[in-house]
């Protein structure tokens, strides 16, 4: 039972930092439907970025963190308005590519410039332990189970009761009648993608004492925070999270009662399977075009 | 310019409209045919992964330039045609039965992964297909009585009518060839075909599709098993070529390649296909020369610019690590696939297309023939 409880609260842990991802892809595509396969990405730069300034330029924790975060919402920016502006309105299809190519981009370009080594940074959960019981929690997972519950709250409040958050998703159904009503679009976008990228960021420097940073871990956890999206329903942010959350603790519960190598498939297949009953995903709204 | 005047329905649907297309595709088959004469060995080798990859472009073409069926799980019904060869060979099955066998498993395979691909759309089959993708990885490397596992599997040569051929031989690069050629002719046969024009009308709108009768899950099904069935006969000559599988080679990296090839091909077209996997193909080559002579041409360059031969001497070690940087290839990959989406969305066949029509229509060509039309109001979600 106790073995179930810690697997339990670690696939948890891990699903937060899925769903953490996950938001950026939400985020992005509620507001402009684009699909950003390069999220995991903006994660591993926002990680990298979160290092230079804590590891090897010595601030303080919260400082590069803060750092780190304006950066990378600057970047946010930039990207939108080099990639993916110029290509808005058409196929979506195309607009995933184009993502996929920035993926590639970011990671190489990391490369070269941080090396293939993993990093560290230190943080102040990355020590000690919370006890309750014989039950025994870190204090890194629980940060990062902490910051997913927060920055969800943030965003939901955001959407739901802010005048930019309506024009986003004014413009998310319909960008036509959005810049009618005098909702300037473009800018919106833009602050989607800064507010996407900076959510990405969260996750990367949380993630930083467990996963620890390469070029690479934008890719690896961008493929499992893409089902943790999808199962949740894309374009829902409670989805998000709670697909994260699933896929988490469902990858930790094979890895350990499951067979070696189910582990890392086992994600896979429940989303087909949900997918197969649930075409939508578990709390994506379904809408049929009228004739 | 040259104006067809078409006369009745075989007009409009004849594989060569006109005689200049004989000529010029029968001299491409003849420059193609003698190509082993001419060409290194070296370029021979790529030129069989051209023809590998073309035939993958024109299998993805059908599902994704065709019927509007984003894939990104193409690498793992390579790998079962792949498998499937290296599997049956070692019963000494012959290789015309095998290559089938191969193409067939494969085809049920996508045929299965059709049916729940059916009720999906947009970033959910993208999903789903990479889903599928990971999971036949997967088994590939636990199935070990079977597959090897990790360890791979040895592929031998090929024995076609008692005689050995060897996968660098002339003779592997005319059956790779060949098998282009017919994988071609049958998608042109299809796409003109009930079912071909069934695929286009669920690409350019399901809702009339099947508003005019169309069966769109079958038809979705269907395109799901050709592009599969075409994918695993280039499985199998894949595995020949390499002589040595295993399941790391299978990995998303290659699904999106072969995206990759028909995207910067063209998606409108099997021109396309073919386009792209000669681009993929080489630009390999292409990097390494890049690698090679680059450092030594941009110093020489530098010092006929005036600048002296100690200046010259670092601008070339400079030139030489850029370029050996690790990982440089990624970068420009990345900013080939991001350039070709935002410059040249129709690939490089919409640029032979635009270069042709430049010329035929001389002083009064305008962009706008070609521009294409952007979509504010959204559809993708409630269609």
């Known amino acids: 039972m106790l073995d179930f409880v810690q697997q339990l609260v670690s696939g948890v842990a891990l699903g937060c930092v899925y769903g953490l991802i996950a938001l950026g892809f939400v985020l992005v595509y509620k507001a402009t439907e684009v699909v950003n396969f390069a999220q995991g990405d903006l994660m591993m730069l926002g990680g990298f970025f979160a290092f230079t300034f804590i590891g090897i330029l010595g601030l303080n924790y919260w400082v590069g963190f803060a750092g780190a975060v304006i ?75 902490a910051a997913t519950i927060i920055l969800c709250a943030l965003l939901y409040l955001f959407f739901n009761r802010t005048t930019l ?10 960008m036509l009648a959005a810049y009618y009503m005098g909702i300037p679009v473009k800018r919106v976008v833009s602050i989607v993608w800064a507010i996407s990228a900076a959510v990405a960021t969260c996750a990367g420097v949380l993630l930083a004492p467990i996963t620890f940073i390469h070029s690479n871990v934008g890719l690896v956890l961008g493929l499992k925070a893409f089902p943790a999206a999808v199962l949740g329903g894309f374009g829902s942010i409670p989805g998000a999270v709670v697909g994260g959350v699933l896929i988490g603790v469902i990858e930790s519960m094979a890895g350990f009662y499951l067979p070696q190598g189910w582990k890392d498939v086992a994600p896979y297949i429940v989303l087909l399977a949900v997918l197969l009953l649930k075409p939508e995903g578990l709390f994506g709204l379904h809408a049929r075009k009228k004739v | 310019m040259r104006f067809l005047f078409k006369t009745d329905y075989d ?25 082993p004469y001419l060409l290194s060995s070296y370029l021979m080798s790529q030129l069989v992964f051209v023809c590998i990859y073309a035939i993958v472009g024109v299998g993805l073409m059908i599902l994704t330039g065709f019927t509007g069926q984003a894939s990104l799980g193409h690498a793992a019904f390579l790998a079962i045609g792949a498998y ?41 089959l993208v999903i789903a297909t990479i889903s599928f993708a990971f999971i036949v990885e997967e088994i590939l490397a636990r199935w070990e009585s079977v597959t090897h596992g990790n360890e791979g599997m040895r592929v031998k040569t090929i024995q076609l009518l008692g005689t050995t051929v060897s996968r660098d031989g002339p003779i592997f690069y005319y059956i790779c060839l060949a098998v282009l050629v017919l994988t071609i002719v049958g998608t042109l046969n299809l796409l003109r075909s009930p079912t071909g024009r069934a695929f286009v009308a669920i690409r350019d709108s399901e809702t009339a599709a099947r508003s005019m009768g169309i069966n769109v899950s079958l038809y979705k099904v269907k395109s799901f098993a050709i592009s599969a069935a075409i994918t695993g006969f280039a499985g199998v000559l894949f595995a020949h070529k390499l002589s040595f599988i295993s399941p790391e080679m299978f990995t998303l990296q290659l699904s999106i390649e072969f995206i990759i090839v ?122």
């Open chain 2, 262 to 383: 028909i995207l910067i091909g063209g998606t409108f077209s099997l021109h396309g296909a073919v386009l792209g996997a000669i681009f993929l193909v080489m630009i390999d080559p292409f990097l390494t020369y890049l690698k090679d002579d680059m450092p030594g041409v941009i110093s020489g360059a530098a010092a006929t610019l005036g600048a002296g031969p100690e200046r010259a001497g670092h601008i070339q070690d400079a030139v030489a690590a850029f370029a050996s940087a690790n990982g440089l290839k990624g970068a420009i990959y990345g900013i080939i696939i991001v350039a070709f989406v935002l410059f040249e969305p129709l690939g490089l066949y919409g640029r032979w297309l635009k270069i042709k029509l430049f010329f035929q229509l001389f002083p009064l060509y305008k962009r706008a023939t070609f521009k294409r039309q952007k979509i504010y109001v959204k559809s993708e979600r409630n269609r």
């Open chain 1, 165 to 174: 958050g309506t024009a986003m998703r004014a413009s998310s159904e319909n």
């Open chain 1, 71 to 145: 950066c990378m919402a600057l970047f946010g920016m930039l990207a939108e308005r080099l990639v993916v502006r110029p290509i808005l309105g058409y196929p979506q299809f195309s607009i995933i590519m184009a993502t996929i190519g920035l993926g590639y981009f970011l990671r190489s370009v990391a490369g070269m410039i941080w090396g293939t080594d993993d990093f560290k940074i230190e943080t102040p959960f990355s020590q000690g332990v919370l006890r309750i019981g014989s039950l025994v929690l870190a204090y890194d997972k629980l940060s990062v189970i």
């Open chain 2, 84 to 124: 499937t060869a290296a599997y049956l060979q070692q019963f000494n099955v012959p290789f015309p039965v095998y290559f089938l066998a191969a193409g067939l498993l494969t085809g049920v395979v996508g045929a299965l992964v059709g049916f729940p691909a059916l009720r999906l759309q947009g970033i959910y």
């Open chain 2, 11 to 35: 007009d409009d649907i004849r594989l060569f409209p006109h005689s200049g297309y004989v000529v010029s595709y029968g001299l491409l088959l003849a420059v193609l045919l003698i190509a």
